[in-house]
DNA sequence: CGAATTTCTTGAAGTAGTTCAAGTTTTTAC
DNA sequence: GTAAAAACTTGAACTACTTCAAGAAATTCG
């Protein structure tokens, strides 16, 4: 049931068998349906999640009063607002599920408290989030130096089956265009 | 001469007597001439940088030919491609001093013996590049909800000394417009 | 199933920015 | 201190995108 986690974790650390016990013995599931928010503007955020099955996305809603899409989490990624959640601040953004999905949701309190008896899960965090980190600073790098057209087309060429599986207006707002222009892009009238 | 580090490293974490010699003695303090670099794209990035004084920017060239500045690093920040230092890819990116910089330059290999020399490192990174993920989450929020006007009032408002110090083509590329357009928005022009 | 809702498409008009080219000012380096 | 290089400014022409409005298609759900 959580195999996935223990998998993703096995990538890049060892557990002991009393660790993974540890673990599982903390480890709840959680569903969220479809349009279900696990966090809303303003709130503090204090929770992470584990994408087990399904997508979350991370949004905003501009000054124009439209949805823009900032983020999305797929199954075995981790999500959350990690300026809420480390500053005790109210969040900016709105996490949202895009399909009824399945995660393992973890309060800070019993994070900080497992990292502590699990040390080890310090460098697992760790790697992963340089890792993200690395990739968001691609994502800039995309942003920064592709049209609209090529920002499509190297997405959809990268991701092909995710863009069948979400809106195409969550994606539009992702890759920083409007959803009347990814209409024009995809007609090949542009 | 280690002080930044240390102090900021005791932000987050405790270090034993021990800990502390053992990472004094492995750390150096490397110079960087301004306009020098320590990454180049297509390099493997095996370093990781720890700025004490001076600026470093991280910049592409775009197909234009032209640089595009993506962040800046100042005192007290860590800085290197993390995309190729974890996959062992090569880098997409060029790190550039912007000024006379001193940086504590770590290397791979040396990183990871002191990481498991000193497990409460772990800690500290895990904490301090999710921090920094946070941050970067903002920018990708401002970059996408805010004009260009806005975006220069909003960094010269937030910032404005480093705006003093550093070449305005470059901020502007970081705020992601031309260096002409700021230009403008400064005279008011727009 | 059928009604309601959500998502996608299309064209016309508008605009926030870019690009180019040339001149001016500031900084650097011998 | 002065020549060269780097950085900044300005206006005019252009363009990659947005916005709006309306209709068509697809999906959801009682």
Redesign the interface.
């Known amino acids: 049931m959580y195999k996935p986690l223990f998998d993703h974790i096995e990538k890049f650390i060892v557990l002991e068998p009393s660790e993974i016990d540890k673990l599982e013995s903390t480890l709840t599931l959680s569903k969220i349906k479809k349009k279900e928010h696990v966090l809303e503007e303003g709130q503090i955020c204090s929770t992470i999640y584990f994408i087990i099955k399904g997508c979350i996305r991370?949004y905003?809603i501009?000054?124009k009063g439209a949805e823009?899409t900032?983020?999305f989490g797929i199954e075995n990624w981790w999500i959350t607002?990690?300026?809420?959640?480390?500053?005790h601040i109210p969040s900016?953004?709105y996490l949202q599920a895009v399909e009824n999905t399945e995660v393992i949701a973890i309060e800070k309190t019993v994070l900080e408290a497992l990292?502590i008896e699990i040390?080890s899960l310090?460098?697992y965090?760790?790697?992963v989030?340089?890792?993200?980190?690395?990739?968001?600073?691609?994502?800039?790098?995309f942003?920064?130096?592709m049209s609209a057209e090529e920002r499509y087309h190297h997405f959809n060429d990268h991701f092909p089956e995710f863009v069948q599986r979400v809106p195409q207006y969550m994606i539009a707002?992702y890759l920083?265009f409007s959803a009347e222009f990814m209409s024009k892009i995809r007609a090949g009238k542009v």
């Open positions: 991370q905003i501009n000054s823009q900032l983020q607002d990690y300026l809420s959640y480390h500053n900016s953004f990292l040390p310090e460098r965090f760790r790697i989030s340089q890792k993200t980190f690395g990739a968001m600073q691609m994502r800039i790098k942003l920064f130096t707002s920083d």
